[in-house]
């Protein structure tokens, strides 16, 4: 479990990590922000676990609700 | 269907413009950059055309594959 979660430490990591900053920061719910990108609030939550491969129309999505360029999305410091 | 490309235009443009840039850099063909990353040289050949929804983990494979950190290989100004 330990090692596949650090196998798994990257991208998907990244985006969990900075979603969840820039969620709280927008002051949104994870039902909220699900309801302005058309997803289902599960959906956001397991993002935020790295648990999903999210695919490249919905992280776009998630960052046009999130006002932040998706590059910054995925950046690897908190933008 | 130039409504729909121009709708289109974002993630999956640049994705599609910094990979052909990178991998020219690289002097990779589609189908070197595809067994470096364990896909399919069509597959390589249809995100360079934006036509498809490629998923977080192909995207990081990508960027491991051209040296690229993953934010920069989705860089709207080619990285």
Redesign the interface.
């Known amino acids: 479990m330990k090692t596949q979660e650090q196998k798994k430490f990257?991208?998907?990591q990244?985006?969990a990590k900075n979603l969840r900053a820039l969620r709280a920061r927008n002051g949104l719910s994870q039902e909220a922000l699900a309801d302005l990108v058309g997803l289902h609030r599960t959906y956001v939550g397991s993002v935020e676990r790295s648990e999903r491969?999210?695919?490249?129309?919905n992280?776009?999505k998630l960052?046009e609700a999130l006002k932040i360029?998706?590059?910054?999305l995925?950046?690897?410091s908190s933008p």
């Open positions: 990257g991208a998907r990244r985006l491969n999210v695919s490249l129309d992280i776009e960052a360029d998706i590059s910054n995925l950046a690897e």
